[in-house]
């Protein structure tokens, strides 16, 4: 009789956080890991959920990134990674992490926003953006503020599978006409 063990299924973790802090707040972009956690959202295929992290949760969210057998983001090397720097001796640069961003950057020459990806090839938008997560923060609107960084966390998880699945994300270029980037070697 011949029995196959069924594969373990690959761990990715999407993830994405929002900030306490403003880079004003702070004294600038260089200040990135002044800006504090407020909120983190995960999305783990192993268990197929989200979590929601806040700063008190930070070593449970660091093991679960730790965990993972890929990190997907959009441009958590540039910021959300260095947020994370002060809560953690572990060097986080070294997980297996993918940045859409850091791709994205790579392959146009120049950035583009997940708005700027989502609008095109997943016909939606995000739901606010960081300045009003952190005046929700401010306001003590956590609830608010958790949902906008799920509503990233589940664009971010989205684009990938259709970049990964299509070999393509859209965007729409200067001249108003609907562009591709090449994921093909995603």
């Known amino acids: 009789m011949n029995s196959k063990t069924p594969e373990p299924q690959r761990n990715i973790v999407y993830f994405d956080l929002e900030t306490q802090k403003s880079a004003r707040e ?32 930070v070593d449970a969210l660091i093991n679960q990134l730790k965990e993972a057998d890929c990190v997907v983001g959009f441009n ?43 609008k095109e090839t997943l016909r939606e938008t995000k739901s606010a953006d960081g300045l009003q997560s952190l005046r929700w923060w401010k306001a003590g609107k956590v609830d608010l503020v958790s949902e906008y960084c799920r509503k990233d966390v589940e664009i971010t998880k989205r684009l990938h599978e259709y970049a990964c699945q299509n070999g393509h994300l859209l965007f729409r270029g200067r001249d108003g006409r609907v562009r591709r980037v090449n994921t093909a070697r995603w």
């Open 76 to 118: 958590i090397k540039g910021f959300d990674y260095v947020v994370l720097r002060p809560y953690t001796s572990d060097n986080l640069w070294k997980l297996p992490t993918f940045d859409m961003l850091e791709h994205v950057r790579r392959t146009l020459g120049f950035r583009l926003s997940l708005d700027a990806l989502a």
């Open 26 to 57: 702070v004294g600038g972009w260089s200040h990135i890991d002044r800006m504090k956690l407020a909120i983190a959202v995960t999305y783990s295929t192993a268990d197929q959920q989200y979590a929601t992290f806040q700063e008190s949760d």
